[in-house]
């Protein structure tokens, strides 16, 4: 498996997951017919994804800054760093995530939703019919069908205290990084129980109560992550949780969280292998966070193709 590059912080930033980006050393971008572009600026993380002929040829994913044009152009940039392809290359490039309407280089914009609906299809394969976009600011239960169509979604009606968001709070406030909190959390002798599921306020309060107590630091991380799976399953409960079954978004790392959703559902996700168009396991880093960024630049092929748009590459 051909790692993708992780950039760690400069200092203890316990609530953020690493940076990284990732170029496929398989593809002769000069010798595809077209290169489409999806860059999802997210409330939490931004990501640029390139496809040459509906394959992933590079992305990159980073913190999104106060100003979405510049987190835009960050990932962007980022994503090209090790190559020789220029924005003008770009075929056609799409928006999503919360800063979509701020994406410079985008000819338009696509919901998230629609996406990662679109995204989970590439990744996971037809198969999919349930979608969990695990994201920071919210989480969406998506329903679609084989291509990938949304056919119908829910979203959390309450607080941050189910997203990627309120995990990072929790990161933040027990010193411990955000990626070793689902690991450590099975490292306890029976599980306890589940801590605030309402409000990110409240749970924050909670934890620094159990610390007072001294209650051991995998428990209390434990408690969080099945209080966030409790959170996800009543959203999937209300959509109604049709197999096959996948994951999606920042939060779809936190094995603490996934696993302790399974349990509650009875339902297994879909197995982490990604897909090519001809449906052939592919040889690329799998990061769950990228996969509107792959929904919006498999938007802009078909589009292409169809002739509904034109190429806007520049001679």
Known sequence: MVQA???????????????????????????????????????VSSKCVIMVDG??????????????????????NWALKDTDMKVDNFDYCIGTGYGRVNV???????????????????MYGTEVRTVMDMGGQDCKAIRCDDRGKVLKFMMNDKCAAGT????????DLIRVP?????????????????????CVVFAKSEVVGLLQEGVPENEIMAAYCAAMAHRI????????????FAITGGIAKNEGVVRRLEKELGVKTMDRVWFN???????????????????????AQAMLERGRVKSARKA
């Not at 309120?166 to 990161?171: D, I």
């Open 5 to 43: 590059k992780r950039i760690e912080p400069e200092k203890a930033e316990f609530w953020r997951w690493p940076e990284s980006y990732w170029v496929n050393p398989a593809i002769d971008w000069h010798k595809g017919k077209l290169v489409t572009v999806g860059v999802d600026v997210g409330s």
């Open 164 to 171: 990627g968001r309120g995990m990072e709070v929790f990161a």
């Open 233 to 244: 399953t009543e959203l999937l409960n209300r959509l109604g949780i049709e197999e096959k």
């Open 104 to 122: 410079p280089m985008a000819q338009q914009t696509i919901t998230e939703i629609a996406c990662h609906a679109r995204g989970a299809n590439f």
């Open 277 to 299: 168009k001809d449906m052939r396991a592919a040889n690329i880093p799998f990061d769950t966070m990228i996969a509107g960024g792959i929904g919006a630049a498999l938007f």
């Open 178 to 198: 955000v990626w070793e909190i689902g690991p450590r959390s099975f490292q306890i002798q029976k599980e306890p129980e589940m801590i605030s599921s309402t």
């Open 55 to 76: 394959a992933l040829y590079a992305y990159s994913s980073a913190r999104t800054g106060s100003d979405s044009p510049d987190s835009a152009w960050k990932v962007v």
